[in-house]
């Protein structure tokens, strides 16, 4: 079993929809959760940042951490076909060691 | 601006060859990390850095290994080339592990083929 789980997609909404993307994981000491966006033929970059439980707004991204079942999710609100990506979720244990554990990655594509 | 900077978007080389890959960040950051990224799998941690002269192996380090020589530039060197090293090669880097954000950038990615 992959210490984070990630639904690989494709996931395919219209314009307007509400996305939720969503991971699990196994390893009860993740503590820092993150999302990343990649474009194609782009590195990933940083959308959401968290630390244990709880949710982050960020304009029209909502970043959710539920520890106590393991899960965690983005919502896209008002997806626009600039949203249209790989939405990478990743983890760590501790905020100060390089190791980060990546999801598989979900494509999204948002239709006009 | 972050900026992390891969030499080669895309390279083809032949099994048996020597790879070099290079990745060059211009923020004076301590910690820089190489992944290889693969359908279904995600991102897979080859090797990292946390200084200069400093290697840490990662998930998958076989077949790898790599340099950093200077504060800037960390390479990846597939000593011989192998079908399976065939894959999206991403350099990352980090300001220092010591602070509380664990917020790595990456930059855009070598794509490899070996042949």
């Known amino acids: 079993q992959k210490e984070v789980e990630q639904d690989p997609g494709p996931l395919s909404v219209p314009e307007g929809a509400i996305v939720s993307l969503n991971c699990t994981y196994s390893?009860?000491?993740?503590?820092?959760f993150m999302w990343y966006r990649q474009y194609s033929r782009k590195g990933p970059e940083l959308l959401m940042y968290t630390y244990s439980s709880g949710n982050k707004e960020d304009g029209r991204f909502t970043a959710q951490v539920d520890k106590s079942s393991k899960y965690i999710s983005l919502f896209i609100r008002d997806s626009q076909p600039s949203d249209s990506a790989t939405y990478l979720c990743a983890m760590s244990v501790s905020s100060n060691t390089g190791k980060l554990i990546f999801g598989q990655g979900t494509t999204l594509q948002v239709k006009p | 601006d972050v900026k992390v900077t891969q030499s080669s978007r895309y390279l083809v080389k032949r099994t048996g060859e020597k790879v070099f890959l290079e990745c060059v960040q211009d923020m004076d950051h301590e910690n820089m990390f190489w992944y290889r990224q693969d359908p279904g799998l995600g991102l897979r941690l080859i090797y990292f850095s946390y200084d200069v002269k400093m290697k840490e192996k990662g998930d998958i380090p076989e077949g790898y290994s790599v340099s950093r020589e200077k504060k800037e530039r960390f390479s990846l060197i597939l000593e011989s080339a192998s079908t399976n090293q065939t894959s999206m090669y991403l350099c990352?880097?980090?300001?220092?592990?010591?602070?509380?954000?664990?917020?790595?950038?990456f930059g855009a990615g070598t794509r490899l083929s070996v042949l």
């Open positions: 390893n009860s000491a993740f503590q820092y």
């Open positions: 990352a880097s980090r300001q220092d592990r010591n602070l509380a954000k664990n917020i790595q950038y």
